[in-house]
Structure formats: structure tokens, C-alpha cells
């Protein structure tokens, strides 16, 4: 029988539903079999509740689920498109303001349970530097599968240059970072040079 690391190692992935809730199921599964105590740390949506899982599953977030456009069969007329442009605003302005919520809702848990690593994926928005840090700062260890690294636009724009600088300190927060390859790694490296991976 294979020995266990004694470890309490948490995945947070926050979406409970599409490909990335997957890709967690599966790597928790993956750590159970190495790691003592395993939690998967998602929404209260999560799709996988029927599949077996060798590992605990923490439904903490709240957070909305993906669905149609609004006024999706309507005739694209100047009134709906205006109703459609406010609406998005509005609900844009409410879901960020959930987003927080959400988060220190689990900077909280996180706070609380203690875990000997927390394990992040997709980081969505780079804002979320704001609460890796402070996590970070509280003494939890942060690790970090990075899907995606590279700057979603380059320009000299005040908010384009402040939403880059929030990402750069995302990656700051992480003990250690994964990578799907070497040369994911090595380009990472050419963007962050003043991050140390070693």
C-alpha cells in the first residue's frame, strides 16, 4: 500500500460547472491518492456530485452561472439595444460587487481551516492579487497551475496598465507555480523575469 504525504492540501476552482470544474475533479482525485486530505473548495453549483471522488468537496461559493442573453429573440430595435447595453452595466456592477463578497468569503474559510497548501488554477480576474496577497501575508502557502499568463491587452492606457500590474502581483503571491510545459515556463519567465520560479 502506498504511504500518504500527511498534508491538508486545498484546490480552489470556483466555477462548480465547464471545463475547468473538470480539470479539478480529476486532479483531486490524482493528489488523494499521494496527499492524506484532499478538499476541493467550489461553488454550490457543482455539476460532479454523482461521479465517486476520493477527496472532500467544500460547496462554499456563491457565485452565477453562465446563461442565455438577455432579450436574446427580440428584434434588434434601438430601445432593446439601449435595454440591453443597461442591463449588462448594471448586472457587470452586481456581479463584481458579488465577486468580493465571494472572496472574502473564502479568504475567511481559508483564514479559519488552515490548510498546508491551497492550490489555485485559472486566476480570472487580476483584482484577485488584492486577497492572494493578503493570504499570503496571513502565512497560508499558495500554489498555482497557471492556465494562462500573458497579458490580455497591451496598451499605455492608465486602466490597461493598472489591470497588468495586478496580474504581474497575482503570480507574486504564489509559493510555487506549475506549468503544462517547459516552454509555458520559459515564456512566463521572459515576460516576469523578476519572478522566481526556482
Known amino acids: 500500500m502506498q504511504t500518504k504525504y500527511p498534508m491538508k492540501l486545498y484546490v480552489v476552482e470556483p466555477r462548480g460547472s465547464g471545463g475547468m470544474i473538470h480539470y479539478a ?8 491518492s499521494h496527499v492524506t486530505d484532499v478538499t476541493l473548495v467550489t461553488a454550490r453549483s457543482y455539476e460532479l456530485d454523482q461521479y465517486p471522488h476520493a477527496f472532500s468537496v467544500s460547496k462554499l461559493l456563491n457565485l452565477w452561472t453562465r ?33 468580493v463578497f465571494q472572496w472574502i468569503k473564502l479568504a475567511n474559510y481559508l483564514l ?29 502557502t499558495l500554489a498555482q497551475i497557471c492556465h494562462e499568463f500573458e ?4 496598451s499605455r492606457s492608465p486602466l490597461v496598465r493598472l489591470n497588468n500590474y495586478f496580474l504581474k502581483n497575482v503570480f507574486k503571491a504564489f509559493s510555487v ?16 523575469p523578476e519572478i522566481d520560479l526556482d
Open 25 to 32: 475533479y480529476q486532479l483531486c482525485n490524482a493528489l488523494a
Open 177 to 192: 507555480i506549475f506549468f503544462h510545459s517547459e516552454a509555458n515556463r520559459d515564456r512566463f519567465h521572459s515576460l516576469y
Open 151 to 154: 497579458p490580455r491587452e497591451i
Open 67 to 99: 446563461s442565455a442573453p438577455l432579450f436574446e429573440n427580440a428584434r434588434p430595435t434601438l430601445a432593446i439595444k439601449f435595454l440591453r447595453k443597461a442591463f449588462h452595466s448594471i448586472r457587470r456592477i452586481a456581479r463584481g460587487a458579488r465577486y
Open 112 to 140: 479559519k481551516t488552515q490548510p498546508d497548501v491551497v492550490q489555485f488554477g485559472a486566476i480570472e480576474f487580476p483584482f484577485e492579487a488584492i486577497f492572494l496577497g493578503y493570504l499570503k501575508s496571513k502565512g497560508l
